[in-house]
Nanobody, 123 residues
Framework: QVQLVESGGGSVQPGGSLRLTCVVSGSNPNFYSMGWFRQAPGKEREGISCIHYGDDSITYADSLKGRFIMSRDRPKNTVFLQMDNLKPEDTAVYYC????????????????WGQGTQVTVSS
């Protein structure tokens, strides 16, 4: 089983940036594709990005492509989400999650979830 710890959230003004970190531990963490998701109050969980377990290719939600960049540090079993030009509508709890197999931006297929990290964008 894989354990996840997200960090890096906080409060920023519109136009600001944050870098989220997800440390992955447990059995063979580098064998998993990893996804980032977010959930705003009163809204459904939204897929942001996913990095493939084999070739590190990345899939992004079309609506977020260009502002959010995902990356992976395999030796450190860590994935990152760089978020730039943040907007108030980006306010949400952000989660990372592991997935065996090909990337998907549908949360139901992921195996487990961390505690999340809160991102708040306001002036």
């Amino acid at each position: 089983q894989v354990q996840l710890v997200e960090s890096g959230g906080g409060s920023v003004q519109p136009g600001g940036s944050l870098r989220l970190t997800c440390v992955v531990s447990g059995s063979n963490p580098n064998f998993y594709s990893m996804g980032w998701f977010r959930q705003a109050p009163g809204k459904e969980r939204e897929g942001i990005s996913c990095i493939h377990y084999g070739d590190d290719s990345i899939t992004y939600a079309d609506s977020l492509k260009g502002r959010f960049i995902m990356s992976r540090d395999r030796p450190k079993n860590t994935v990152f989400l760089q978020m730039d030009n943040l907007k108030p509508e980006d306010t949400a709890v952000y989660y990372c999650a592991p997935l065996r197999g090909l990337c998907a931006l549908v949360g139901d297929v992921y195996e487990s979830w961390g505690q999340g990290t809160q991102v708040t964008v306001s002036s």
